[in-house]
């Protein structure tokens, strides 16, 4: 520590441990919150398949669709209107685009087919509908 002494003159630093303890409580901050907000994602009850296998996921676009009729887009919740503009606009990004439709099992068939339809008709590489494994139980 130094001493401050007339002779010596105005010592002129900067403290920097406050900036230090504020900026590592702000980290743990966000470190707790992230996983509150990833699970804010619709709830699917996926139907199950006895065969299948898990495919890479570098480019896939996920279209959730809920039982109660909500639909999310990678996680982003939007009216299903607004399906085909959000899929343009993501399909602008990459090309050849996976999209990958999680159906909660009691959705209509035809709310399914009209996703696929659109993401087939905007120029998808490939479209698929996710299952999860049987167990056989």
């Given at each position: 520590?130094?001493?401050?002494?007339?002779k010596?003159?105005?010592?002129?630093?900067?403290?920097?441990?406050?900036?230090?303890?504020?900026s590592?409580?702000?980290?743990?901050?966000?470190?707790?919150?992230?996983?509150?907000?990833?699970?804010s994602?619709?709830?699917?009850s996926?139907?199950?398949?006895s065969?299948?296998?898990?495919?890479a996921?570098?480019?896939?676009l996920?279209?959730?669709?809920?039982?109660?009729?909500?639909?999310?887009?990678?996680?982003?919740?939007?009216p299903?209107?607004?399906?085909e503009?959000e899929?343009?606009?993501r399909?602008?990004?990459a090309?050849?685009?996976?999209?990958?439709?999680?159906?909660?099992?009691?959705?209509?068939?035809?709310?399914?087919?009209?996703?696929?339809?659109?993401?087939?008709?905007?120029?998808?590489g490939?479209?698929?509908?996710?299952?999860?494994?049987?167990d056989?139980?």
């Amino acid at each position: 520590m130094r001493v401050h002494t007339i002779k010596s003159g105005i010592i002129a630093e900067m403290n920097m441990i406050p900036l230090i303890d504020i900026s590592l409580i702000l980290l743990i901050i966000f470190m707790v919150i992230t996983p509150f907000l990833v699970q804010s994602q619709i709830q699917v009850s996926l139907p199950k398949a006895s065969s299948g296998q898990k495919g890479a996921d570098e480019s896939v676009l996920k279209v959730q669709l809920g039982a109660d009729g909500s639909m999310a887009v990678d996680g982003k919740t939007m009216p299903f209107q607004r399906l085909e503009k959000e899929l343009i606009l993501r399909f602008a990004k990459a090309y050849n685009k996976t999209v990958l439709v999680e159906a909660d099992k009691s959705v209509p068939v035809q709310r399914v087919v009209t996703v696929l339809d659109i993401a087939k008709k905007l120029g998808a590489g490939k479209i698929g509908i996710a299952v999860k494994p049987d167990d056989g139980k």
